[in-house]
């Protein structure tokens, strides 16, 4: 059914990102596909990392734990992006086609108020990329 | 790897280390319907001074002039040769930077390559750096060291005239006011912002401290420089920055409906200047929320062809040769009256050297945190000698080119006997001399644009930077936070408007660059430092 998935991580907030995670983990099982960590940071230090370089690293070393612990094969790709405040949901769109992920899961939150004004991440990229899309909530 | 170890970034790099992390001093309160991501204390410090000052200069415009209309001259008159001689001494570190081994120094490491192409990097600092100041000083401040210096009794302590003056001499008096003028729009303002941007720059993407403005002073202050010293650093800057761009937004919505009125009739009244506040905001909230690249930068690229059409049809209208001409010569003017102009000591023309000098020197260098975090954020992958030489050298030149454009034609159009330019008010000089080229209607729109335009490009960076200063250097805080401040600042510029206080918030945030010029001498040290440790 698919080939990769892939999945959005914030490295800062992985604790919230639990559920999603198992869901992933759980379709790409199910399906016996791969997973595919992207995670965009910015290209001034961070909280994660002071360079966008020590990011891939950090992320990298996530993806490599998780394949480990799930026995998958996970890959990572880490994007640095001038503005990731507002390019994020752009550079995780391009992400989807580059890595040829045919699939996305991701977290998002309960939407309110504030998404009349701002798009969440989840519901921008589940209304614009080209592949099924799971928002786990 | 283990989680204490800084990677370096792309190629060689020296980072430094710390226990500071990013966003660790950082509260995420819900306000309302929002989640905020922003440093305690500063945003709340900084977020508070400004609402008391505001309430301070509306509920008691008379006493909020009178004190900041005493404190605006007792600061840059007392410390004149504090301003002078920090602006040169940026001047000379930047050239030396230039010209020395630390100048193959790379912004982000030895590998690192730039985010943006030259164009679109030129055009966001230019935008930021100068902008609006061209457009209206770009006449009028020619003409005025012009009159000043030809006037009879010129050189006498009452003079207002550069240097000696040169009474009743017209060649001389010309060459004396573009070199006075180029002196205040060239290397000096430039130097400063190179510093600041380039101290900002190393500090961030080569030693991976957050980009904040106490990340540059480091090497002096060590881990203190995350307590309360950095507190004071950032909420200064917040300060200046905020109020730096509420008095321009307000000043230049009283220029900007001057010359609404002087070319199409609409009303000279608060009504107006509100609505143009609430378009400039307006148009400025949609350019931070679409963001850097879709919002920042296209418009400030906008922005640099409107101002390339306006000086090339100046140019070709004008008087061509002469402009021509007058480029070469006023660099030579330039650079021979410098070391006179720049001279921080013993000046016999206080009125000059106090007043117009030491003035730009408080208002470039209150300017600089924004300007300089600014152009920070965007020259990662740069050499430390392109980057001088795109900041200071390339942007001198185009304000040596622009002077002698507007204010050599201008000084021309008086003595052909144009006088109605030398006689109206300051913000209608450049409109008074558009006017009397041919297709007075095109051009003066064009340059009502511009000026509008750069108020906005001014609004937009300046909200991303404030943003990023009471985020404690994040650059990825909610969206709503930068929305906050480009909203809070067309407020604060309405408020002040119509309360009658800006001019008193104008010199209030002028008198922040004393602090900051003390404070960016030593900076200079903890630049030289960082940059010694740092791979070529």
Request: hydrophobic residues 50%.
């Amino acid at each position: 059914m698919f080939k990769k998935i892939m999945l959005p991580v914030d490295l800062q907030h992985v604790d919230r990102l639990e559920k999603a995670l198992r869901v992933g983990v759980d379709l790409a099982r199910l399906y016996g596909c791969g997973l595919c960590l992207v995670g965009v940071t910015a290209e001034t230090p961070t909280a994660v990392a002071h360079n966008p370089e020590e990011y891939a690293d950090k992320l990298e070393h996530f993806a490599s734990e998780m394949a480990e612990s799930q026995g998958l094969p996970v890959e990572s790709v880490a994007y640095a992006a001038h503005d990731p405040a507002v390019d994020l949901d752009k550079t995780l769109l391009a992400a989807a086609e580059e890595t040829e992920c045919d699939a996305i899961v991701m977290a998002s939150h309960v939407p309110g108020l504030p998404e009349h004004f701002f798009a969440s991440h989840g519901g921008k990229i589940a209304s614009h990329a080209h592949v099924s899309v799971f928002v786990v909530r | 790897m283990s989680d204490d170890t800084i990677m370096t970034p792309d190629g060689d790099a020296n980072p430094i280390e710390t226990d500071y992390t990013v966003g660790q001093d950082n509260i995420q309160p819900q306000i309302g319907p929002f989640g905020m991501d922003i440093h305690n204390p500063v945003f709340l410090v900084s977020g508070l001074t400004i609402v008391a000052f505001v309430i301070f200069a509306t509920a008691m415009p008379e006493q909020a002039s009178t004190m900041f209309g005493w404190l605006r001259p007792a600061v840059t008159s007392t410390f004149d040769v504090v301003f002078l001689f920090a602006g040169d001494v940026f001047v000379v570190l930047a050239l030396l930077l230039m010209i020395s081994p630390l100048g193959k120094v790379r912004i982000g490491g030895t590998e690192a390559t730039p985010d943006y192409s030259y164009t679109g990097w030129f055009a966001m600092l230019f935008a930021a750096g100068m902008g609006i100041g061209l457009m209206f000083f770009g006449v009028s401040e020619p003409i005025s060291h012009y009159s000043a210096s030809l006037a009879e009794g010129a050189g006498s302590p009452e003079s207002w005239a550069p240097l000696a003056g040169a009474a009743g001499v017209e060649m001389e008096a010309r060459r004396l006011a573009m070199a006075a003028t180029i002196f205040h729009w060239g290397l000096h303002p430039w130097a400063i912002y190179a510093i600041v941007g380039l101290s900002l720059a190393i500090f961030a993407y080569n030693k991976g401290l957050p980009l904040s403005v106490r990340s540059m002073f480091y090497p002096i202050f060590g881990e203190r420089v995350w307590g309360w010293v950095g507190h004071v650093i950032d909420t200064l800057a917040v300060f200046a920055t905020l109020f730096g761009l509420a008095t321009s937004l307000g000043i230049g919505a009283q220029q900007a409906n001057a010359g609404l009125n002087f070319l199409f009739g609409i009303p000279e009244n608060d009504i107006s200047m509100i609505v143009l506040i609430l378009c400039i905001t307006g148009v400025a909230l949609v350019s931070v929320v679409a963001g850097l690249d879709a919002g920042v930068k296209r418009l400030s690229e906008i922005n640099m062809v409107l101002a390339a059409l306006l000086l090339v049809f100046v140019i070709a209208v004008g008087p061509t040769m002469l402009i021509a001409t007058g480029f070469f010569a006023n660099l030579v003017a330039y650079a021979e009256y410098l070391p006179a102009l720049a001279n921080p000591f013993g000046r016999s023309d206080t009125n000059f050297s106090q007043g117009w000098t030491s003035f730009y020197w408080a208002w470039w260098i209150s300017w600089s945190p924004f300007v300089g975090m600014f152009i920070a954020r965007v020259s990662r992958g740069r050499s430390v000698r392109e980057f001088i030489f795109c900041v200071l050298l390339i942007p001198s030149m185009v304000s040596v080119l622009w002077m002698t454009a507007f204010g050599g034609s201008a000084i021309t159009m008086v003595n052909e006997g144009f006088t109605d330019i030398a006689e109206a008010d300051m913000p209608l000089q450049l409109f008074t001399m558009l006017s009397d080229l041919p297709l007075a209607s095109i051009t003066s729109f064009i340059a009502i644009v511009l000026v509008i335009v750069f108020f906005v490009t001014s609004s937009d960076s300046g909200s991303l930077v404030i943003d990023t200063i009471t985020a404690g250097g994040k650059v990825d805080a909610p969206v709503p936070q930068r929305v906050f401040w480009a909203t809070f600042e067309g407020l604060v510029a309405i408020v002040l408007l119509l309360g009658g206080g800006l001019t008193a918030l104008q010199a209030a945030s002028v008198s922040t660059g004393l602090p900051f010029a003390i404070v960016l001498l030593l900076g200079c040290f903890a630049l030289i430092k960082g940059l010694m440790s740092e791979p070529r």
